[in-house]
């Protein structure tokens, strides 16, 4: 049960909602924070794996991991002022959960043991997993249960993340803190001189609201959306960092319930906006760098960004955010979000490169008319998608492009002042076209490949996409977490090709989500690491899931090449 003063707090902002009052930007609904820019940059820890498996057979190796999802505290207010320890809920004890870096190729098994006291299902995000291995909403992990996810890591180099993804209580364990950060390497990208190593910097962005006390507000129970007025990075609120003056890479990712960003560069003493340089997206490397003095961020969205502090010696530089953007309600703090402190001396100058080619994307060429269209609004206080909504099981299955094939899907929004980041399970999108709203894609939008495309008030958006390499059923969703908890969420069902006509080899039977062999099962360990190594990780490996990616998806467009 919530406590009188959370009651008021949801009461108070679910009136600004329905009155279409925007906040004052001199507004606290928090406690006010007195300590901005006062406290340093928390990294996540890497993860480790607890041991690796190696098929003989086909030289595939697997690493094992093991993340408990629990709660736990951390002292966000400060406890000098008299607030108590926030009650986070995370993978590891920990918000963000431990970064994975992987290198492709190597496969990996993560066991999610839930000590947590709500049911979790876990979406790597940016991964091509297969169905079951997906984080489907409703293959969920009950309390006093694991599940072993495996992945194939087998795309290209890119920044993706795991969070949680289950039926109708997603915005709530997100928010709570269960989401981290999994870096796909690859050589070609190591190649290129970018950035590395310590200057290779994860930002996990988010916002949300606390209790006079300094516990979390809940959204449970909200209906249209939690803005926050906390803007934390690695979960610290308005963190400074200490940097030397080169050029280092930041992985932007937007883990917010509700909050778009748009994000700009201030240096002190000047009010002009500084150059950045975009370099990757959702789906890794842009095919050329891409200068800009801003950037939009929506929900889920990944930019990577190059930001030069060698003109800035001894001076602050600080990431701001665009007040009165689109829907979002600013308040006090909601401006800012992390600022750089500039050193006199670099260490090192290894990897401070950025080539302006970067990449060749592999996208067939767009098309005069969308295959599909898809609308997103709200109906009888539900957000559905061309009316649907996921607990509609019957009817919730909205497209059923054949495997391999090309489709172009129209994104519509008519819901009025509201703002949807679309995403869309699986694939890398290609963005086609906006009208309406801003009425045009933004330059660096044009040289990437996204899984969220971020639909504004009255936009259309056109998006192309290779439905491969597997068959079977995702989803596809708003990621404003209030909005998919609510019901602006669906599926489609990637239908698979003969064998004789696509000439590969088929594995079958996977490409069920909520297949009995995957799911769920009781007990939170400790799990002996010789069970894992002779039975559990040979069992999944002998599934085949993962064999012959690059021969399958060769055979897929050859068979579409002969066959359109």
């Not at 049911?119 to 909403?137: E, Q, T, V």
């Not at 890479?249 to 240096?267: E, G, H, P």
């Not at 602050?316 to 800012?336: P, S």
């Not at 999108?429 to 996204?450: C, D, F, M, W």
Request: with cysteine; proline share 6%.
């Amino acid at each position: 049960m919530i406590g009188a003063h959370t009651f008021l707090l949801l009461a108070t902002h679910l009136v600004a909602i329905l009155s279409s009052a925007r906040a004052s930007d001199d507004d606290w609904v928090s406690p006010v924070y007195t300590e901005i820019f006062q406290h340093a940059l928390p990294i996540p820890p890497i993860a480790v794996p607890l041991t690796s498996y190696t098929n003989t057979t086909t030289n595939t190796t697997i690493d094992y991991y093991e993340l408990e999802i629990k709660s736990f505290t951390a002292q966000t207010y400060p406890a000098s002022q008299g607030f108590q320890a926030t009650t986070y809920v995370g993978y590891a004890g920990i918000a963000p959960g431990p970064t994975f870096h992987i290198e492709q190729g190597r496969e990996t098994v993560v066991r999610f043991i839930n000590k947590s006291n709500s049911s979790s299902a876990i979406h790597l995000h940016g991964s091509f997993s297969r169905p079951m291995w997906d984080g489907w909403a409703n293959d969920v992990v009950p309390p006093n249960f694991y599940k072993d996810y495996y992945y194939p890591n087998r795309q290209s180099a890119r920044t993706l993340w795991y969070h949680d993804h289950a039926f109708e209580i997603t915005a709530v364990n997100a928010y709570f803190g269960q989401a981290g950060f999994y870096i796909l390497q690859d050589p070609a990208e190591s190649a290129l001189g970018l950035p590395q190593g310590q200057y290779d910097v994860p930002l996990m962005i988010s916002s949300r609201f606390h209790q006079a006390n300094g516990q979390l507000v809940s959204p449970a129970g909200e209906t249209t959306a939690l803005y926050g007025d906390v803007i934390s990075v690695n979960s610290q609120p308005w963190p400074f960092m200490l940097v030397e003056p080169r050029k280092y890479r930041f992985r932007l990712l937007d883990a917010s319930v509700s909050r778009t960003f748009k994000a700009y560069l201030l240096a002190s003493g000047s009010t002009a906006r500084q150059t950045f340089t975009v370099i990757a997206s959702d789906a890794g490397l842009v095919s050329t760098a891409t200068n800009t003095t801003s950037i939009v961020l929506g929900i889920a969205e990944r930019w990577d960004i190059v930001i030069d502090f060698a003109p800035f010696v001894g001076k602050n530089v600080t990431l701001m955010n665009e007040r009165d953007f689109f829907t979002n309600e600013d308040y006090a703090a909601t401006d800012r979000i992390i600022q750089f402190r500039v050193g006199n001396t670099v260490t090192s100058t290894a990897n401070n490169n950025v080539p302006v080619t970067l990449a060749t994307h592999d996208i067939p060429s767009p098309q005069a008319a969308a295959d599909r269209t898809f609308e997103f609004e709200r109906q009888n206080g539900e957000w559905v998608i061309n009316g649907v909504g996921f607990a509609d099981v019957q009817n919730r299955v909205l497209a059923h492009p054949a495997r391999g094939d090309t489709e172009q899907w129209e994104l519509i929004n008519k819901s009025g002042g509201w703002t949807h980041p679309i995403h869309v399970h699986l694939v890398d999108l290609q963005i086609i076209s906006r009208t309406g709203g801003r009425g045009a894609v933004e330059p660096y939008e044009l040289v990437a490949l996204k899984d969220v495309v971020y639909l504004g008030e009255n936009e259309r958006v056109q998006v192309r996409a290779r439905y491969e390499p597997w068959d079977g059923q995702y989803m596809f969703h708003c990621h404003n977490l209030i909005h998919e908890d609510h019901d602006m969420l669906a599926a489609f069902n990637v239908t698979d090709l003969p064998t004789n006509n696509a000439g590969f080899q088929y594995t079958g039977g996977l490409n069920d989500p909520m297949d009995p062999r995957f799911q769920a099962q009781p007990g939170v360990g400790p799990f002996s690491v010789s069970t894992v190594n002779t039975v559990d990780l040979p069992a999944l490996s002998a599934t085949g899931a993962y064999a012959n990616i690059p021969e399958t998806i060769a055979a897929l467009r050859q068979f579409w090449a002969n066959n359109n």
